[in-house]
């Protein structure tokens, strides 16, 4: 279960750092979240004059937030093969490099008010921001079937700690009115001096996990060749599909509530990053306690269809609250069966896979999850033009899909390894 000749108490401290590195990766998310649409549709302060049209605005914000997994697209398969070839450790110190790297550049591009400067920041944290799928190998490398739910709960309470602090810091550091040296840049000073630290207690730290070096080949291109052998694995094609329609979802739902919460509620980003706080709470929760608790009574395959169909309705349900209070009823619903499916759903991709090949089918799982990350900005950009309600809603129904797909193929097929887990 543990790293061979590492002790078990040495063991849990060295995981320390790939746990922070994980509560950065989505503080960073969590950090952009309530500053990106201000910084887009604030005619005063924000990245483009008052001349620009709300369509078009969507549009380019809708591209910009694509460039991030566009660029991990290409570089989760890269860095998850890398990971196998010369260990996590290494790979995971180059990641946090390219995250610093990336925080600095989009907080000149801000100041500078520089599209390509913003542009270039995002593509760079995107392409070595593949540190997920080496988190979780690293997870993966020393849980066993019985304790990878748990773990991966470990880890999902970290990103839902991240998702708590992120969009909070992001909404108060960016907030001028609070104190006026802060302002739109702020937050990024801050998550690259805190991405330092984690470089450091990796190196100091983190003890290599990886039991056996693998050669798996790999190119700039790797993420093509994942997606097309992606569904030639027959034990895993169908999870990787549903994978892909979970995370295409939620992602239409994720990346522009906050234009939604702007336009409907007229939030500013600190009630907004305020807001998203506290759906991070409710995430915590869940994968932190709930999600550990019923991993040890129920299998994640009974878990997931339960959690999926229940997001479907709650993602739906969201359209109609018309004051901004009611949504506070109905984001922890939303939360919570999130928080559920995550950590069973990569469990199950795990499980499913060759346990000496863990950074490789990870590092699809990335590929996959980047597409299905990647496209949802830019279809939510002219749905927004359009409606606020339509990314919400065609995020309920990609959901539901995802659903009818899982309960059928694994209720309607004799898929013995499936049937064990």
Request: net charge positive.
């Amino acid at each position: 279960m543990y790293t061979v000749g590492v002790p078990k108490s040495s063991t849990k401290t060295s995981l320390i750092p790939i746990y922070l590195a994980a509560f950065l990766d989505m503080l960073g998310i969590g950090i952009v979240i309530p500053i990106l649409a201000p910084l887009f549709l604030d005619p005063v302060n924000g990245a483009f004059p008052a001349s620009y049209s709300f369509h078009e605005k969507s549009i380019i914000l809708g591209i910009l937030l694509a460039a991030y997994p566009f660029a991990q697209f290409f570089g989760a398969p890269i860095l998850g093969a890398l990971s196998d070839r010369y260990g996590r450790k290494k790979v995971l110190i180059i990641s946090l490099l390219g995250t610093m790297v990336g925080y600095l550049l989009f907080a000149s591009g801000i100041i500078y008010k520089n599209l390509l400067i913003l542009f270039i920041g995002r593509l760079i944290d995107g392409f070595t921001g593949g540190n997920v799928s080496t988190i979780n190998s690293v997870i993966a490398d020393v849980s066993d079937e019985k304790s990878k739910p748990k773990n991966f709960g470990f880890v999902g309470m970290m990103f839902g700690l991240g998702f708590i602090l992120g969009p909070f810091i992001g909404g108060v550091l960016s907030d001028s009115k609070i104190f006026p040296w802060l302002g739109y840049s702020v937050p990024f000073w801050f998550c690259a001096l805190l991405t330092l630290v984690n470089i450091i207690l990796v190196v100091l730290l983190f003890k290599e996990s990886l039991r056996e070096k693998l050669h798996t080949p790999f190119n700039l291109f790797t993420g093509f060749v994942n997606i097309n052998r992606a569904f030639k694995f027959k034990n895993l094609r169908t999870m990787f599909l549903v994978m892909f329609l979970l995370t295409f979802g939620f992602n239409l739902f994720t990346q522009f509530f906050s234009v939604f919460l702007i336009r409907k509620f007229s939030l500013n980003q600190s009630e907004i990053g305020f807001l998203f706080a506290y759906i991070g709470i409710w995430v915590a929760i869940t994968q932190g306690g709930i999600t550990r608790f019923i991993s040890k009574k129920i299998k994640p395959t009974k878990i997931l269809p339960i959690a999926v169909l229940c997001l479907a309705v709650s993602l739906f349900v969201l359209i109609f609250p018309s004051r901004r209070f009611d949504l506070y009823f109905v984001l922890p619903m939303i939360a919570l069966f999130q928080g559920l499916i995550q950590p069973n759903a990569i469990s199950i991709v795990s499980n499913l896979g060759d346990s000496k090949s863990q950074g490789e089918i990870m590092g699809i799982n990335e590929s996959i999850r980047a597409v299905a990350v990647m496209v949802p900005p830019v279809v939510d950009g002219f749905l927004t033009s359009l409606d606020v309600s339509y990314p919400i809603i065609a995020a309920s129904v990609f959901t539901l899909l995802a659903w009818v797909i899982f309960v059928y193929f694994f209720n309607t097929h004799k898929y013995e390894k499936f049937n064990e887990l």
